[in-house]
């Protein structure tokens, strides 16, 4: 049997609607920041994935399950497709530049003092080949995750990155193999 709850006599009509807005307002808190630590949870996993050396931690795995988890699974697709379509981050690719150019100039500085182990490629050519490795590397695992998730709308992710035309060809036939 149901009865009807009233307020307390000691708390007046607008100190209990007070009450009840903190109480909505907190409940509402709690949601944002669950929601916030599923993202930070959710990028992190991706990062690993995408940015792992031998992957033999579970890294594809964890990143597949959560992809598998009603509460996870949009945040993952959306991730992993921003990666497929973009690669890394700019500050990352800025970051792996930065990390090239002094990795150039070292091996400038060997070469001086071995003329006879020279270097045959421009800084720029150095730098643009590594960093096109780079963005590879995250489209391509991208899309693995996306796959092994598949998902309706992980597959359209693979899907609408077939049709690129900017893509290298090693990543196009990484992208035509993967089902």
Known sequence: MLREVTPPKVLGGSVWRILVLVIVVLALSAIVTCRLAAEQAVQAAITSWLECDECTDGELDT???????????????????????????????????????????????????????PVSISEDDYVRAYVSNYIALYQVRSATALAKIGTENAMLEIT????????????????????
């Open 160 to 179: 609408r990155a077939r049709t690129r035309e900017d893509l290298r060809s090693d990543v196009r036939r990484s992208l035509e193999q993967l089902q």
């Open 63 to 117: 990143v597949i399950r959560l992809g598998h988890i009603s509460v996870t699974d949009d945040l993952v697709v959306r991730h992993l497709g921003e990666a497929l379509r973009g690669g890394p981050s700019a500050d990352s690719q800025e970051a792996l530049t930065a990390s090239l150019k002094a990795a150039y100039q070292d091996l400038s500085a060997f070469a001086r003092d071995h003329p006879e182990m």
